[in-house]
């Protein structure tokens, strides 16, 4: 069945600094979703893609899906105290299955 | 708009005890879902219905049973509660499966943090 592998499963970080997790999926995707859950708190969706190779920027956070539509980076310039969380990707497969990342956990040294 | 509400949200339950977590959205939206999330596991689907009277099931079903009788709510009951189902557990509604083409965002509820003693 589809498999979206994430890594890495932690990042610590320091203020300021930029990083990136990225997304594998086993199959051909028709779209990828990212979210992020604030410790205690739950999912919130933050953008989708859909086109091969669409980049989509949201403030310091850019997004990017592969040609193929098996990939998917999340990268962050810039880091802050309130980019702390777990950040997750959904991969929609063509068969309308929608199978999450084990998200990568962030957290971030003053 | 409420969005997706659940309840409750913190249950301890015994082996072998029966209960249901409630599930509800003000959306109108066809299509719900429930997840658990373990550490390091991710969000995994239990069930899922495309709308009333429609439910199918998820990555790991087992132990767990739903009914859609209203488009607003999809209660999730765990049978014979065992140790291995303490998780936080997230309903999850969207506009549609994706097939319309049109956003298939998935709008989660507060979660409920069960523990089975």
């Known amino acids: 069945g589809q498999q979206v592998m994430q890594i890495p499963q932690y990042q610590h970080v320091q203020e300021g600094e930029d990083f990136t997790t990225y997304c594998n999926s086993s199959?051909?995707?028709?779209?990828i979703q990212w979210y992020k859950q604030r410790p205690g708190g739950h999912p919130v969706f933050l953008i989708q893609?859909?086109?091969?190779?669409e980049v989509k920027k949201q403030k310091r956070l850019t997004f990017q899906f592969g040609e193929a539509k098996k990939n998917s980076s999340l990268h962050i310039t810039a880091t802050q105290t309130t980019d702390v969380g777990t950040y997750f990707c959904?991969?929609?497969?063509?068969?309308?299955?929608?199978?999450f990342g084990a998200g990568t956990t962030v957290t971030v040294r003053a | 708009n409420a969005g997706v509400t659940q309840t409750p949200k913190f249950q301890v339950l015994k082996t072998g005890q029966s209960m249901t977590l409630q599930c509800a959205q003000d959306?109108?939206?066809?299509?719900m879902s429930w997840y658990r999330q373990d550490p390091g596991m991710g969000l995994r689907l239990i069930h899922y219905?495309?709308?009333?009277?429609?439910?199918d099931q998820g990555e790991v079903p087992n132990g767990y049973n739903v009914s859609r009788s209203t488009t607003e709510d999809f209660p999730l009951r765990l049978l014979s509660a065992a140790p291995s189902q303490t998780s936080v557990y997230f309903c999850?509604?969207?506009?549609?499966?994706?097939?319309?083409?049109?956003?298939?965002?998935?709008?989660f509820g507060p979660g409920t943090r069960l523990t089975v003693l």
């Open positions: 999850a509604s969207s506009y549609s499966r994706g097939w319309s083409g049109g956003t298939d965002t998935q709008y």
């Open positions: 219905s495309v709308g009333a009277g429609i439910t």
């Open positions: 959904a991969g929609r497969s063509n068969d309308y299955k929608l199978s």
């Open positions: 199959t051909t995707l028709s779209n």
């Open positions: 893609l859909v086109k091969s190779g």
């Open positions: 959306m109108n939206h066809e299509y």
